[in-house]
């Protein structure tokens, strides 16, 4: 067993380095970000200060070998090898946010720049999306495959 701690937070867990860093953060009640969950969004990419990690097979495409030789793993693909001390900001509770699936029309797209798309999306006025920074949404549709995206919204706007 190898012993996992957060410098930010100070939170400490253990995993046996069977699983990634990731599933077992998450599965002691840590809430570290993440994305895709398959090391292609980058969004789960933390700092390695002390200990080993590694991956099964190559280094996933949402990390480069110059953030790899500084240090950098993505949590969602790598595996304790050894006791690691890390770092990366952890979001506040989600306990107590419901899981749901809600209908919605998509109101806009437009693209801002050559990897980053607007989705404005429009739900239910009898609903709200409540979330916090850093959560994603999962967008389900019956002819593609599902997909995270980062949600995002200015303060006054409850929509």
């Known amino acids: 067993m190898f012993t996992i701690e957060n410098q930010v ?3 400490v867990f253990r995993t046996d380095g069977d699983s990634a860093i990731l599933d077992d953060a998450l599965i ?6 993440y994305g895709c969950q398959k090391g292609f969004c980058g969004k789960c990419k933390a700092t390695i200060m002390e200990g080993e990690v590694g991956y099964e097979g190559a280094i996933p495409n949402g990390i480069t070998p ?11 693909q790598c595996r304790a090898k050894s006791d690691v001390s890390l770092v990366i900001n952890e979001l506040d509770s989600v306990a107590d946010i419901e899981v749901r699936n809600l209908p919605c029309k998509v109101e806009s797209i437009k693209r801002l ?3 980053v798309t607007q989705i404005m999306l429009k739900i ?3 609903e709200s999306l409540q979330y916090l920074a850093g ?6 549709h019956p002819d593609f495959e599902p997909r995270a ?5 200015a303060p006054t706007n409850s929509s």
């Open 9 to 11: 937070s100070g939170k």
């Open 66 to 76: 110059e953030e790899v030789a500084e240090g950098m793993a993505l949590l969602c």
């Open 135 to 140: 959560q994603y949404i999962d967008l389900i």
């Open 149 to 153: 995206f980062s949600i995002a919204n």
């Open 28 to 33: 002691h009640g840590l809430n570290f970000p």
């Open 113 to 115: 720049n050559h990897d």
């Open 124 to 126: 239910p006025g009898s």
